[in-house]
């Protein structure tokens, strides 16, 4: 944690509140980027966590969706926080994917939280409430969670007046045997994006 805590630049309390879980989001999601260039080189993703620590912490390296978000996960565990893997499918180019995004459910005094630092810059910068149709506004733009009927719910973006689809997930647990299949598809299949642009992000 003390290594994590320096990457991101955190100082201050580790209580199991959301105000620990807002400070920890914002902190890792802009210190840490968002890139592929592993799966161009042909490296593989190994989501093994020591590998993930040893990669985006100690090398100062960024990462993808399993990778960022695996890492922020091991961390609030390990500070005690109710919190476990989701997986979304992805509406960015107007069909939806398998499920190849992980993001976190985070419980807090009975209330339920969506954190994400895995999604480029489409990512929420800080935890957004399990609550439907409640638009946020943040960093200058409206997002909100929404009905998105057979695809569970859906997570959207206030674009030009339009609300536009980016990603759906349901609330079912998703084992690591899941991740690994989603992490497979995702990093590795010539059609994914990931495997077909170079993509480095970070928010300043």
Known sequence: LK????????KGETDISLHTLTRLHHAHFH?????????????GIDLDPQIVFNKLVLKKRGGYCFELNGLFLHALQTLGFNARALLARIHLTGTPSGRGHQLELVSIDGQDWLADVGFGLNSPSTPIPLELDNPITEDGRTIRLTD????GIMFQALENGDWNNLYSFDLEYAFPPDIAYGNHYA????????????????PH
Request: net charge neutral.
């Open 3 to 10: 290594a994590y805590f320096h990457r991101i630049g955190f």
């Open 31 to 43: 210190a840490i980027p968002f890139e592929n260039f592993d799966i161009l080189l042909g490296r």
């Open 148 to 151: 998105g009927g057979h695809f």
């Open 187 to 202: 990093s590795t299949h010539p059609d994914t994006i990931f495997t077909n642009s170079r993509v480095a992000t970070i």
